[in-house]
């Protein structure tokens, strides 16, 4: 006998439990052998572990459900409640085009032509490579892509890594423990994830080891079974550093790399990995390259113009690009 909390997320308490709890009542009644507590958007389980861990998948696929589609009738929850769930959600799933839904309900999908390329190069091949300038959604994009195959349980855990190199910094020299130090290279990973997954759920999928946010260096040795792996930043790898993240890759594994080859930040001694990439392994199949531009920018107008001007002085000066 257990007791374990569970948090409604991004999600008004009714739209679960119905008026006047009505809906409530029903999910009790369909777990006879569990004590339900339910105050706000906390709900309080007890009793067996096997039953607690199929009222927590039913009760996220109910919610799942109003997230995606933003209403739910009292046939809808019915039917998720009897195990009607997965055919009621790729019946609607086949009309909607976003990848998942944030927080707030707002649907995320490609917005742009190369955002697009890439969710559709993803269902053919096992390895892609997003390249391109920064706000062009590389990164948002994967993760999305991600958290849609962790959710529909294609994979059972999600890996993000970035190499701990910015600009002109160094790690000794920051203060704080090593923890402290790396969180911020890794905190624009945990941004995006935070959009996709309540905050809370989210610390209950790290705390447990399912999503992982790490620096490249802790990738050595590991066989990255199951796993959706994205490695962000990636220009900032050395050629010996992508070689040894690639070579991760195991059973059922799906592997994302993104980088931008105008903002290298490596000392001029080390060549980027991800600029080898990019020319030694074009022709493998299962391997596929998109590349993004300043089309792709949707942060504010004026990055695209910013990007531009950088991307034509860069050329202007070397009298060619960085491939």
Do not use: C, W
């Amino acid at each position: 006998m257990i007791e374990k909390v569970i948090y409604l997320e991004g999600i008004e308490p009714v739209n679960i439990y119905g008026a006047k709890n009505t809906r409530l009542e029903k999910i009790k009644e369909f777990y006879p052998k569990l004590k339900i507590i339910a105050r706000g958007d906390e709900i309080k389980v007890k009793g067996e572990e096997p039953l607690i861990f199929a009222f927590e998948e039913k009760l996220q696929l109910i919610i799942e459900y109003f997230l995606k589609f933003k209403k739910l009738s009292d046939a809808e929850f019915e039917a998720l409640l009897k195990g009607e769930g997965e055919s009621l959600l790729k019946r609607k799933e086949e009309t909607d085009d976003a990848l998942i839904y944030s927080n707030t309900a707002r649907p995320i999908k490609a917005r742009t032509v190369n955002q697009q390329k890439l969710v559709d190069e993803y269902s053919t091949n096992d390895l892609l490579f997003a390249i391109g300038p920064a706000g062009s959604g590389k990164t948002y994009t994967a993760i999305a892509l991600a958290v849609r195959a962790f959710k529909n349980k294609e994979v059972k855990r999600i890996i993000l890594t970035r190499p701990a190199v910015e600009a002109g910094e160094n790690l000794g020299f920051l203060p704080g423990d090593l923890k402290e130090k790396l969180d911020p290279y890794l905190r624009p990973l945990y941004d995006a994830l935070m959009d996709m997954i309540h905050p809370r759920k989210l610390a209950d999928l790290i705390e447990d080891g399912i999503i992982e946010i790490a620096p490249l260096a802790y990738m050595r040795g590991r066989t990255l079974d199951n796993a959706f792996v994205i490695l962000d930043e990636a220009q900032n790898t050395t050629v010996n550093q992508l070689k040894m993240f690639l070579t991760r890759m195991g059973k059922n594994a799906k592997f994302i790399v993104t980088g931008d080859i105008t903002q290298i930040d490596l000392r001029p001694k080390n060549k980027s990995g991800l600029v080898q990439a990019l020319k030694i392994l074009q022709n493998i199949k299962g391997i596929s390259f998109v590349t993004f531009d300043e089309r792709d920018i949707i942060r504010h107008h004026l990055v695209k113009y910013i990007v531009d001007a950088y991307n034509k002085n860069f050329k202007n000066e070397d009298g060619e690009s960085n491939i």
